[in-house]
T-cell receptor, first 113, second 113 residues
Framework: DAGVIQSPRHEVTEMGQEVTLRCKPI?????LFWYRQTMMRGLELLIY????????DSGMPEDRFSAKMPNASFSTLKIQPSEPRDSAVYFC???????????FGQGTRLTVV | AQSVTQPDIHITVSEGASLELRCNYS??????LFWYVQSPGQGLQLLLK??????LVQGIKGFEAEFKRSQSSFNLRKPSVHWSDAAEYFC???????????FGKGTRLSVIA
């Protein structure tokens, strides 16, 4: 079991650029969650999908943020345009049908300068 | 709405000493409770979980937690701390099914010789 795989692990970009974060959930899991971690706000849920369908995106901070899950094995979180305040660690997690437990990836550390 | 409070931002203990990390939750129904650990630069790893049954649950790395419904608490304990336990610890609450976990702000544990 490879676990949840996120790429890239680190991303440094200039303000105004588009950033795309990628996530491959654990095979067989049908829920996928995107969280953002900052010192000030801790772990915040951005959006989650069940069976590739977005269920709740109320945590997405602005229209600059968008997420997709085109199939059961891949999801992206895009920020366009990026701003310095988007600097954070972004985690993807996946879970199995009917099981509350979430399995986390290693995260992507995003720095916007 | 669900919420989790971890009252201690930072705790320092001596190696070999006992540890207790506090967690209080707010949830209308029967909660599903979790403790995760995050080492620097890493993702979150599940230590233990409580769904039902015995209120004292055992986890990995010698950790245990006790669910106390009357106090809305789920405190994490370890009888003898090792230097490798230094990390950030997160308590989380969830519900049955594919719904996202709500996390506390975390407690950073430092271990001194």
């Amino acid at each position: 079991d490879a676990g949840v795989i996120q790429s890239p692990r680190h991303e440094v970009t200039e303000m105004g650029q588009e950033v795309t974060l990628r996530c491959k959930p654990i095979s067989g899991h049908n829920s996928l969650f995107w969280y953002r971690q900052t010192m000030m706000r801790g772990l915040e849920l951005l959006i989650y999908f069940n069976n590739n369908v977005p269920i709740d995106d109320s945590g997405m901070p602005e229209d600059r943020f968008s997420a997709k899950m085109p199939n059961a094995s891949f999801s992206t979180l895009k920020i366009q345009p990026s701003e310095p305040r988007d600097s954070a660690v972004y985690f993807c997690a996946s879970g199995r049908q009917g099981n509350t437990e979430a399995f986390f990836g290693q995260g992507t550390r995003l720095t916007v300068v | 709405a669900q919420s989790v409070t971890q009252p201690d931002i930072h705790i320092t203990v001596s190696e070999g000493a006992s540890l207790e990390l506090r967690c209080n939750y707010s949830y209308g129904a029967t909660p599903y409770l979790f403790w995760y650990v995050q080492s620097p630069g890493q993702g979150l790893q599940l230590l233990l979980k409580y769904f039902s049954g015995d209120t004292l649950v055992q986890g990995i790395k010698g950790f245990e937690a006790e669910f106390k419904r009357s106090q809305s608490s789920f405190n994490l304990r370890k009888p003898s701390v090792h230097w490798s336990d230094a990390a950030e610890y997160f308590c989380a609450v969830g519900a049955l099914g594919n719904t996202p976990l709500v996390f506390g702000k975390g407690t950073r544990l430092s271990v001194i010789a």
